[in-house]
């Protein structure tokens, strides 16, 4: 098969296209250094010709509805269009666990993509994952105020991006199937949990200052809804196996 990957250098990204070549696959890795642009749509229509299926695993850095709104409606209109105009007949997008009651932030953004997906006119698959194990480090490096990291209370089931990767590519193999049983981590955990882990493990002596932020959205991340339901497949990677692999960026 000939899959295009858009996102293709963020943290699933890079696991969908090694999934999807150690599986035989031919792989399309959109960016701009290779003249494809997914926020205006340049150059995608060109890079889909003779695909199978494209794989929507794009991220933004943002806490603002506005602007993850505007990001993910903006990518998947364009991407749709692309698909249709070269022929493609399946869109995969990936989205998280547990936000439908949180239509605000980032997820918001999410809500809108998935939306948009649904809506649109390419036959599409949609798989929910909770929070990834590689999301401790992305809270290490943002909350670190010297010898301190603040962290957001959060409840998790955590799961490796490496799994979610390649779920996402063994549903572009097959047939479109609309919104997808979800994919959640082996094991609950808080984030904060995760966090001290990760420092022990690194050796750093860094102290974790767990908070209780206000507004819905960290009251919705507090609560435990993002860890999903017991419906969802499980993956086999748990924390710890995880930081002494490869995929754990060191400190």
């Known amino acids: 098969m000939r899959l295009v990957i858009a996102g293709a250098t963020g943290t699933v990204g890079?696991?969908?296209?090694?999934?999807?070549?150690?599986?035989?696959?031919?792989?399309?890795?959109?960016?701009?250094?290779s003249g494809q642009d997914i926020v205006n749509g340049a150059g995608l229509v060109?890079?889909?010709?003779?695909a199978d299926a494209v794989v929507d695993v794009t991220s933004t850095e943002t806490t603002s509805a506005a602007t993850s709104t505007t990001?993910?409606?903006?990518?998947?209109?364009?991407?749709?269009?692309?698909?249709?105009?070269?022929?493609?007949?399946?869109?995969?997008?990936?989205?998280?666990?547990?936000?439908d009651t949180l239509n605000v932030g980032y997820y918001a953004g999410k809500l809108a993509q998935e939306r948009a997906?649904?809506?649109?006119?390419?036959?599409?698959?949609?798989?929910?994952?909770?929070?990834?194990?590689?999301?401790?480090?992305q809270v290490i490096r943002r909350g670190s105020l010297g010898p301190l990291v603040a962290v957001p209370k959060i409840l998790v089931r955590p799961v490796a991006a490496r799994e979610v990767g390649r779920r996402l590519v063994e549903i572009a193999e097959?047939?479109?199937l609309g919104r997808t049983t979800d994919l959640?981590?082996?094991?609950?955990?808080?984030?904060?949990?995760?966090?001290?882990?990760?420092?022990?493990?690194?050796?750093?002596?860094?102290?974790?200052?767990?908070l209780s932020l206000p507004g819905k959205y960290w009251r919705g991340s507090a609560s435990g809804i993002l860890r999903g339901d017991e419906g969802a497949l499980r993956g086999?990677?748990?924390?710890?196996?995880?930081?002494?692999?490869?995929?754990?960026?060191?400190?």
């Not at 890079?14 to 250094?33: D, I, N, P, T």
């Not at 990001?71 to 998947?76: K, Q």
């Not at 692309?82 to 666990?97: C, F, K, P, Q, Y």
């Open 14 to 33: 890079r696991h969908v296209v090694s999934a999807a070549r150690y599986r035989g696959h031919e792989v399309v890795a959109l960016s701009r250094s």
């Open 117 to 137: 997906v649904g809506a649109g006119l390419v036959p599409w698959s949609l798989l929910r994952a909770t929070q990834f194990h590689e999301f401790a480090e």
């Open 71 to 99: 990001f993910f409606t903006a990518v998947t209109a364009n991407l749709s269009h692309a698909e249709r105009e070269a022929g493609v007949t399946h869109h995969v997008a990936l989205s998280i666990v547990g936000i």
């Open 184 to 210: 959640a981590g082996p094991d609950d955990e808080s984030l904060a949990q995760l966090v001290r882990r990760m420092l022990a493990f690194d050796g750093s002596r860094r102290r974790v200052v767990e």
């Open 174 to 176: 097959g047939a479109p």
């Open 236 to 251: 086999r990677i748990g924390f710890d196996e995880w930081l002494v692999s490869d995929d754990h960026d060191r400190l």
């Open 46 to 50: 060109h890079a889909m010709a003779g």
